[in-house]
């Protein structure tokens, strides 16, 4: 079945480090593919999108890339700030009928002054 | 415009006790669903519904039963807690349309089964 695959966290970094969280996906066809945000105690936020090959997905100062050829999806950002600690989830859905959401495991990104 | 609601947040059960967690949403959207989230799994699809009166199951729907008399609301019933339904609960809605949706979250509801 589809399926995302991300890095292990907690991520640690410094305020104004670069960052980077993998994620790659298995899929039957051709997925949109998400990032969400969990700030504490809240629930999920989309951060960005991409819905083909080759899109790239921005908000915020995060951006991630549509890579078919390597079926990833990496988020980026060149400066990180201490309000960006959170756990960031990358997720797939095929866009056919109802659009279940397939999460990864989810990724904790902690930042320190 | 209060987007996704939930109640309650926290909720403490004991085994073989049955509650319903709420859901509503003011957007006028069709879909709306129930994810679980626990530690190293993400979050996983309980039950969803496409519009008023349909419901279909998800990935881990055992245990939890579900209902959509109206658009706004998508309560969703435990009949008898165990502890393996300890988590967090999260209901969504998104807009049917053309290409993919945004899904909305609530707040979420933890759950404690002892």
């Known amino acids: 079945g589809d399926s995302v695959t991300q890095m292990e966290g907690p991520v640690t970094l410094s305020e104004e480090a670069f960052l980077t969280i993998n994620c790659t996906y298995t899929a039957t066809g051709y997925p949109s593919l998400f990032w969400y945000v969990q ?3 809240e629930g999920l936020q989309l951060l960005l999108k991409a819905t083909k ?3 790239k997905g921005s ?3 995060f951006e991630a890339t549509y890579r078919k050829e390597t079926t ?3 988020l ?3 400066s990180v700030q201490v309000s960006d600690s959170a756990v960031y989830f990358c997720a797939l859905s095929m866009n056919t009928g109802f659009q279940k959401l397939v999460f990864g495991t989810g990724t904790r ?3 320190s002054p | 415009n209060a987007g996704v609601t939930q109640t309650p947040k926290f909720q403490v059960l004991k085994t073989g006790q049955s509650m319903t967690l709420q859901c509503a949403q003011d957007m006028n959207h069709e879909y709306m669903s129930w994810y679980r989230q626990d530690p190293g799994m993400g979050l996983r699809l ?3 519904s496409v519009g008023a009166g349909i419901t279909d199951q998800g990935e881990v729907p055992n245990g939890y039963n579900v209902s959509r008399s109206t658009t706004e609301d998508f309560p969703l019933r435990l009949l008898s807690a165990a502890p393996s339904q300890t988590s967090v609960y999260f209901c969504a809605s998104s807009d049917r349309g053309l290409g993919p949706e ?3 979250f609530g707040p979420g509801t933890r759950l404690l089964v002892l």
Do not use: R, W
């Open chain 1, 72 to 74: 990833s999806f990496h």
């Open chain 1, 76 to 78: 980026e950002k060149g």
């Open chain 1, 53 to 55: 090959a080759d899109d």
């Open chain 1, 39 to 41: 700030y504490p105690g």
């Open chain 2, 102 to 104: 945004t899904q909305y």
């Open chain 1, 109 to 111: 990104l902690l930042v």
């Open chain 1, 59 to 61: 908000n915020k100062g």
């Open chain 2, 46 to 48: 309980i039950h969803y």
